[in-house]
């Protein structure tokens, strides 16, 4: 069955960064576009960014641009997400998503940016 398992979250001052990865198991992964989103409390989940299958392309919220780059390893079946320059406003437990027929998500991962 499939699985996705984040992984990287944690505790980071302001102006610090993270590196989330999220294993995935149960299909091809690299026939599929990944994604990132995000939930912060009382707020609905968000997308953060997409990745295309190969890599070759990708996609970010405008909140993200210029401070977070997903990447993928496909030969590791994971996908990253670099998180540079985190605001207090990242504050958020991340997940990662395949849709394969249906959607699928992992159970996310805390990240608190706060001094």
């Known amino acids: 069955q499939v699985q996705l398992v984040e992984s990287g979250g944690g505790l980071v001052q302001p102006g610090g960064s993270l590196r989330l990865s999220c294993a995935a198991s149960?299909?091809?992964?690299?026939?599929?576009?990944m994604y990132w989103f995000r939930q912060a409390p009382g707020k609905e989940r968000e997308l953060v960014a997409v990745i295309t299958n190969t890599g070759g392309s990708t996609n970010y919220a405008d909140s993200v641009k210029g401070r977070f780059t997903i990447s993928r390893d496909n030969a590791k079946n994971t996908v990253y997400l670099q998180m540079n320059s985190l605001k207090s406003e990242d504050t958020a437990v991340y997940y990662c998503?395949?849709?394969?027929?249906?959607?699928?998500w992992g159970q996310g991962t805390q990240v608190t940016v706060s001094s």
């Open positions: 998503r395949v849709f394969r027929s249906r959607e699928y």
């Open positions: 149960g299909f091809t992964f690299s026939t599929y576009a």
